[in-house]
């Protein structure tokens, strides 16, 4: 029981006497975390036997509402990042693709611009990068709407021998932002 009393007391000693130093609770400002972000854009496809029924070249022209690059959270934090497209066209169709990025007035701000032989074709992939490494950051911050369109240059009666054939487009954002 002595013993015990004897450290104990030790103990309490030595956590009054021992060195400590002053909280910096400054750190914080000098904390620098940049998280990436990874979302999917859009996935677009459209079948061989869709696009032989449409008469004319555009065979698919949509306006997404994307207001997500323009959200206070993102645009106030995003310090750059990359855009992959995906286009695989398994159809008898040459075609062409455009995607327009447009702000509030519809005014385009950038545009990318595909264009892809019938099959058999390779996976075609892009990745566009923004920031310091690419594009400006403004294209992204400002952008409320996303234009796709296509556009068969083939005919409207051939087939692919691949079985179900179609056009698919795929994309994904990737970025990094600032945490505070």
């Not at 979302?39 to 949509?62: C, D, K, M, P, W």
Request: charged residues 25%; hydrophobic residues 40%.
């Amino acid at each position: 029981m002595k013993i015990s009393r004897i450290v104990l007391v030790l103990l309490l000693t030595g956590c009054f006497v021992s060195c400590s130093e002053e909280l910096d609770l400054g750190q914080y400002d000098d904390l620098s975390i940049t998280p990436s972000f990874e979302s999917s854009i859009f996935y677009v496809e459209a079948q061989e036997s869709l696009i032989n029924r449409i008469v004319g070249l555009s065979f698919f022209t949509q306006e997404f509402n994307f207001d997500a690059f323009e959200e206070a959270f993102f645009a106030d934090r995003v310090l750059g990042g990359v855009i992959t497209y995906e286009l695989e066209n398994t159809t008898s169709k040459d075609v062409e693709i455009s995607i327009e990025f447009l702000d509030e007035t519809d005014t385009v701000l950038d545009i990318e611009f595909f264009q892809m032989d019938a099959a058999p074709t390779a996976l075609l992939i892009r990745e566009v990068a923004y920031g310091d490494s690419g594009k400006s950051l403004d294209i992204l911050r400002n952008t409320s709407k996303i234009r796709l369109s296509a556009r068969n240059l083939g005919d409207n009666s051939s087939t692919s021998s691949i079985p179900n054939p179609s056009l698919v487009l795929r994309s994904a954002g990737e970025f990094m932002l600032r945490a505070k």
